[in-house]
């Protein structure tokens, strides 16, 4: 098992940027798959990045591909999510997720973090 605790978000306004954290904690992190996912008021749950276990692969929803940058440490137990050109839109809580598959179906990950707020102002 693995526990997921996501730090970062804040206010921001539009064409801002921030960075977000999520440090695991359990069993080897290098043995997750790391997903980013967010869900803005009255809307599901929605992907944004994933990244592979050795940090080689990553894959972006195509709203934020070229703003967004998923990463891992895996020293450090750490994914991050760098956001870039932040626009109103962007704003929801985003969810950290992990699962010990290689491949993951969408929303299938076996574990969550509780989320952390990112507001864009326009």
């Known amino acids: 098992q693995v526990q997921l605790v996501e730090s970062g978000g804040g206010l921001v306004q539009a064409g801002g940027s921030l960075s977000l954290s999520c440090a695991a904690s359990g069993r080897r992190f290098s043995t997750y798959r790391m997903g980013w996912f967010r869900q803005a008021p009255g809307k599901e749950r929605e992907f944004v990045a994933d990244?592979?276990?050795?940090?080689?692969?990553?894959y972006y929803a195509d709203s934020v591909k070229g703003r967004f940058t998923i990463s891992r440490d895996n020293a450090k137990n750490t994914v991050y999510l760098q956001m870039n050109s932040l626009k109103p839109e962007d704003t929801a809580v985003y969810y950290c997720?992990?699962?010990?598959?290689?491949?993951?179906?969408?929303?299938?990950?076996?574990?969550w973090g509780q989320g952390t707020q990112v507001t864009v102002s326009s």
């Open positions: 990244i592979s276990r050795s940090g080689s692969s990553t």
């Open positions: 997720a992990a699962d010990p598959r290689t491949v993951v179906a969408g929303k299938a990950y076996d574990y």
